[in-house]
């Protein structure tokens, strides 16, 4: 892996559930378009730390992503991910754009904040 100091994630796109195959392809195009170097999942963990049934279903998901990816695939803790991003959205409007920006979709925002959180980890 390279030294991720200095790396700041940031949205590229948000991929529309289909169905796993095609979310699997979509992401696998990405991956060879972009020149990733690794998949980084959030796994949805209870704020016990526990893993419940929507993590089941991630990790079966990324079980197919593993099966094709051409790089490695790897699971990140993403509690409070979307929290934090509606936070950090309503931070950055104000006014007429805040009613705007609270109503967007937090998701792209939300991975970004998951992809930092690894890299940031991942610092030596």
């Known amino acids: ?12 796109t948000i991929i529309t559930r289909e169905n ?8 696998n195009c990405l991956v060879r378009e972009k020149e990733v170097a690794q998949v980084i999942i959030g796994l949805p963990l209870k704020l ?6 929507q993590a089941a279903k991630v990790r079966e998901f990324a079980a197919h992503l ?8 790897i699971f990140h803790d993403e ?12 931070e ?4 007429k754009r805040a009613r705007r920006v609270s109503r967007e979709p937090d998701d792209d925002l939300a991975a970004a904040l998951i992809l930092q959180w690894y ?5 030596p």
């Open 1 to 12: 892996m390279s030294d991720p100091e200095g790396i700041l994630a940031s949205p590229l």
């Open 20 to 27: 796993d195959m095609s979310d699997v392809e979509a992401i």
């Open 92 to 95: 950055a409007a104000s006014g």
């Open 66 to 73: 593993k099966e094709t990816s051409p790089v490695p695939v």
């Open 48 to 53: 016990s730390g526990e893993e419940g049934e």
């Open 79 to 90: 509690r409070l991910s979307t929290s934090e991003a509606q936070r950090l959205r309503r």
């Open 119 to 123: 890299l940031d980890e991942s610092r």
